[in-house]
């Protein structure tokens, strides 16, 4: 039997990497139930909770720096914090944007964490095709995580201390 495979995101309520199906009738009902599981009001909620924290850009600066040291911790103590899928040409891009981008606003100024969340949605566009739903999901982690930490939350709270 053939098989057909796609990769499919609907990252605020779970990612399929892989979908494997038998035919094209299961990949018909696969879809309609991933898309029937989608909770937009989740979604536009996760949206409106980043807009309204605010990272300062001193903390923003830390977490660049913390982003570049990850590439470089050992194994175990990256297992030990949130997983960051985000390469130094992207935290570069994430650096650039946010002082070069009028949209952004550098150099003094707060940073909302809705327009964190696209500094590294847009830096991951540059990602290969294998991996772009990946980081796309990943930099949706990382954002949601980091304005958990601003209010108290312990786990991603590694990359603002």
Not at 9 to 17: A, I, M, S
Not at 97 to 103: K, L, P, R
Not at 118 to 145: M, P
């Amino acid at each position: 039997k053939n098989m057909v495979c796609c990769n499919l995101c609907v990252y605020t309520d779970g990612y399929f990497g892989n979908l494997e199906v038998s035919s094209t009738n299961d990949l018909f009902r696969s879809v309609l139930d991933m898309f029937y599981h989608y909770d937009p009001a989740k979604h536009i909620h996760l949206m409106q909770t980043l807009g309204h924290s605010y990272l300062t850009e001193h903390q923003f600066a830390q977490i660049l720096g913390k982003m570049r040291l990850y590439q470089c911790l050992p194994q175990g103590y990256q297992k030990s914090i949130p997983r960051l899928l985000i390469t130094d040409t992207q935290i570069n891009s994430v650096a650039k944007a946010y002082i070069q981008d009028e949209n952004f606003g550098g150099f003094g100024g707060d940073l909302s964490m809705w327009r964190f969340y696209n500094l590294l949605t847009g830096a991951n566009k540059s990602s290969y095709i294998d991996s772009f739903l990946d980081r796309s999901l990943n930099a949706t982690e990382i954002a949601q995580g980091i304005n958990m930490a601003l209010h108290g939350d312990e786990r991603y709270s590694w990359f603002i201390d």
